[in-house]
């Protein structure tokens, strides 16, 4: 029986995952002990779904393609309820395309080789939708994005990701090798409850094409001088929902050497940021004191820096992006602003430039500063300034989307 676990699999040091070596057969090294190296995937691929497996079970490796097993047959048999056979319907491959020895999961570098096969077939065969099955193809294709704390397939279950370079919709779920391994030990068994319901909700947008993107760094106005801002502060005071965010120098707002550095806003006129000073501290606070209705992630944040730095308590919050993300889902690990913009907008690292720059030194405590004026001394205030309306951007449409689903039930 193939191996499947659910915990630590993804500690990549442990794993030996090295970005640096080639990402070859020859580095990986699994085709020399199989019967059907490099196997090619299978299906007819009808409805354009590709099912992202973790590696071929000795019984596909002696049959030379995927789902041969008993594991296999589950897969088919859940899929034939749902009105979709596997091999006329969609099209199979995985994550490693040889079979490993003693049928343990390949290592993060043996996957990290063959996700460039990976790629190479999504190119080819454009699938709509690519159900990726347990930990191995979470690996090959979302740590190729999101390069933070990547976890497992529990983490991931259930959301579906619209990859925007692939131009499809990603959706994890578990193998089927942990379910049948599941259903031996539990009578109750939640995790096939959950699984059947995950790709029932999957295979419901085979009809549904991914939404059109506009870049959306290219709709942000940077305000550079204090009348421009001071002319847009009408419009800002009349928005139907304002999602505001600040960039500073740490946590806690409460010291005087910590200071607001920027303030990103968007509303449904437009996106808008700028680098503060007192002058324009002056004049955002009296959108702050408004009654426009108000959103941030993390609203306790942006509420202390709000009073402390811009001198006036907000007047009238809306929304809180973090806690209905919570309302809507209460996993650990995923109500962070980048990991509820990758998995509902498919931009993964918009943060990858700042991030290390933003972190206070933890032995520092909470009033820390951190590093946020080297990184203006690297790349400029323009470059602060985009990170900052991004993260009003991100912040606004993901309050619509959860207004949408919290309000339609
Ligand atoms: S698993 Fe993939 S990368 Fe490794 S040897 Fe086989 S085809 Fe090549």
Redesign the pocket.
């Known amino acids: 029986m193939r191996v499947e676990k659910m915990k630590g699999f993804f500690d990549l040091k442990k794993n030996n995952f090295d970005p640096k070596n080639p990402q ?2 020859a580095s ?4 020399k002990d199989c019967q059907s ?2 196997m090619k995937p299978y299906g007819k691929n009808k409805k354009e779904v590709l099912f992202l497996g973790d590696f071929p079970d000795i019984i596909d490796d002696k049959r030379g393609k995927q789902w041969q097993s008993r594991t296999g047959r589950l897969l088919q048999k859940t899929l034939s309820n749902l009105g979709f056979d596997l091999f006329e319907d969609g099209l199979s491959y995985n994550a ?3 079979c490993t020895p003693k049928n343990e999961q ?1 290592s993060p570098h ?1 996957i990290y ?2 996700r460039k ?1 990976v790629l190479k077939v999504i190119k080819k065969h454009k699938p709509r939708i690519i159900i990726l099955l347990g930990n191995a193809a979470v690996q090959s294709l979302i740590a190729r994005v999101w390069k933070k704390d990547l976890g497992g397939i529990t983490k991931w279950r259930g959301f579906c990701i619209p990859d925007r370079d692939l131009n499809a919709w990603i959706c994890p779920t578990y193998h089927p090798s942990f379910i049948s391994q599941k259903e031996e030990k539990d009578n109750l068994n939640v995790a096939m409850t959950i699984w059947k319901q995950d790709l029932k909700r999957i295979l419901e947008l085979i009809d549904q094409p991914l939404p059109e993107y506009k870049k959306e760094e290219d709709s942000i106005n940077y305000i550079a001088k204090t009348k421009d801002l001071k002319a847009i502060i009408p419009v800002l005071k009349e928005a139907d929902i304002l999602s505001f965010d600040y960039e500073t120098t740490g946590l806690k707002p409460h010291r005087n050497a910590q200071k607001l550095i920027s303030v990103g806003v968007t509303t449904e006129k437009g996106s808008w940021g700028w680098i503060n000073t007192p002058a324009r501290s002056r004049l955002f606070a009296e959108v702050m004191k408004s009654k426009v209705p108000k959103t941030a992630h993390n609203l306790q944040f942006e509420d202390s820096w709000t009073y402390f730095k811009i001198g006036v308590p907000v007047n009238n919050w809306k929304w809180c992006s973090m806690n209905a993300a919570h309302i809507l889902d209460n996993r650990r690990g995923i109500t962070g602003l980048k990991f509820q913009t990758f998995v509902n907008f498919g931009v993964g690292d918009y943060d990858s430039l700042v991030s290390k720059y933003l972190k206070s030194p933890a032995k520092e405590g909470a009033n820390a500063l951190n590093n946020i004026q080297d990184f203006i001394k690297e790349y400029g205030e323009r470059e602060l300034l985009k990170y900052n309306v991004l993260d009003s951007i991100f912040g606004y449409k993901l309050t619509l989307k959860q207004m949408s689903l919290i309000n339609n039930g």
């Open positions: 070859s057969c990986c090294g699994l085709y190296p490099k490693c395309n040889c390949p043996q080789c063959c096969n």
